[in-house]
T-cell receptor, first 114, second 113 residues
Framework: GAGVSQTPSNKVTEKGKYVELRCDPI?????LYWYRQSLGQGPEFLIY????????DSGLPNDRFFAVRPEGSVSTLKIQRTERGDSAVYLC????????????FGPGTRLTVL | AQSVSQHNHHVILSEAASLELGCNYS??????LFWYVQYPGQHLQLLLK????DPLVKGIKGFEAEFIKSKFSFNLRKPSVQWSDTAEYFC???????????WGAGTKLIIKP
């Protein structure tokens, strides 16, 4: 079946603008994760959804970042008042359950804030 | 805080050479350990994982890794690399929050044909 998909693949925006990044998980996967990967580093955890609810949002860097998953499938990561430091690749992953289950990754969205 | 360190940021080898990529983590409790690979232009894929049992784990494409608890290490090995192994390799662990992957910075591996 189809893997995790993310749109857009690239997003260029200006400082101060609002952006939305979308993730379509693998069908049937109840758990969904967002990570952020800056240049030369490994991914950093942002948020974990189990179903519709955010089970752990401790990785969100500040209140400009917010994510939703209203129907337990597609998720949107929202960033308000973007800053140049938000430039990174935003990765989405999904798995059958939360704990101990293999996470399948999407191709990522490369966000550039000018 | 939990952390993962990968010793080499860049490794260049010739085809047929043996490979060992180092990974150390800092967490004293029970861990689950992973190696992911990212081929050029592709997304992250799981190479192998360790949850429990035999500390020598075999993965796809001839890769294996050994969990040495006393050394907090999970090194990746392959006896004979191929040009197609050119990729970036990431070590990751879960610890106290077993859904949350903590990642190393990655090792870029280049295999010269």
């Amino acid at each position: 079946g189809a893997g995790v998909s993310q749109t857009p693949s690239n997003k260029v925006t200006e400082k101060g603008k609002y952006v939305e990044l979308r993730c379509d998980p693998i069908s049937g996967h109840t758990a969904l994760y967002w990570y952020r990967q800056s240049l030369g580093q490994g991914p950093e955890f942002l948020i974990y959804f189990q179903g519709t609810g955010a089970a752990d949002d401790s990785g969100l860097p500040n209140d400009r970042f917010f994510a939703v998953r209203p129907e337990g499938s597609v998720s949107t990561l929202k960033i308000q008042r973007t800053e140049r430091g938000d430039s990174a690749v935003y990765l989405c992953a999904s798995s059958f359950g939360g704990n101990y289950n293999e996470q399948f990754f999407g191709p990522g969205t490369r966000l550039t804030v000018l | 805080a939990q952390s993962v360190s990968q010793h080499n940021h860049h490794v260049i080898l010739s085809e047929a050479a043996s490979l060992e990529l180092g990974c150390n983590y800092s967490y004293g409790g029970t861990v689950n350990l992973f190696w992911y690979v990212q081929y050029p232009g592709q997304h992250l894929q799981l190479l192998l994982k360790y949850f429990s049992g035999d500390p020598l784990v075999k993965g796809i494409k001839g890769f294996e890794a050994e969990f040495i608890k006393s050394k907090f290490s999970f090194n990746l090995r392959k006896p004979s690399v191929q040009w197609s192994d050119t990729a970036e390799y990431f070590c990751a662990v879960t610890g106290s929050r077993n859904y949350q992957l903590i990642w190393g910075a990655g090792t870029k591996l280049i295999i010269k044909p």
